[in-house]
Nanobody
Framework: VQLQASGGGLVQAGGSLSLSCAAS????????VGWFRQAPGKEREFVAS????????YYSDSVRGRFTISRDNAKNTVYLQMNSLKPEDTAVYYC?????????????????WGQGTQVTVSS
């Protein structure tokens, strides 16, 4: 599956942004999809994921309660609604996917990666 992320930008602390990721292919509903991020000088970090039918979601501790991941299988799209943004949320956000049920937050378990979209939160 090929992934195309969009929606990044510049926002003030406390604001909101919504990211979208459009996937190609006819088997999107069979994929677990999610988001990772990487800030300058830091390691890649798991953000959130949603399993196939959307019934199971995972969040990192740093975003739980502020970010919401969702998917629309009819549109082959996964979303990340980010609220109460903080400067430490500044990073390049990558959309990821892997077929089947992925109950993992490790990057090596996601075989498909999008090109990334920049999110910058000013203080």
């Amino acid at each position: 599956v090929q992934l195309q992320a969009s929606g990044g930008g510049l926002v003030q602390a406390g604001g909101s942004l919504s990211l979208s990721c459009a996937a190609s292919g006819r088997t999107f509903s069979s994929y677990t999809v999610g988001w990772f991020r990487q800030a300058p000088g830091k390691e890649r970090e798991f953000v959130a994921s949603v399993v196939r039918d959307g019934g199971v979601t995972y969040y990192s501790d740093s975003v739980r309660g502020r970010f919401t991941i969702s998917r629309d299988n009819a549109k082959n799209t996964v979303y990340l609604q980010m609220n109460s943004l903080k400067p430490e949320d500044t990073a390049v956000y990558y959309c990821v996917a892997n077929s089947g049920f992925v109950y993992s937050t490790q990057a090596r378990h996601f075989g498909s990666w999008g090109q990334g979209t920049q999110v910058t939160v000013s203080s």
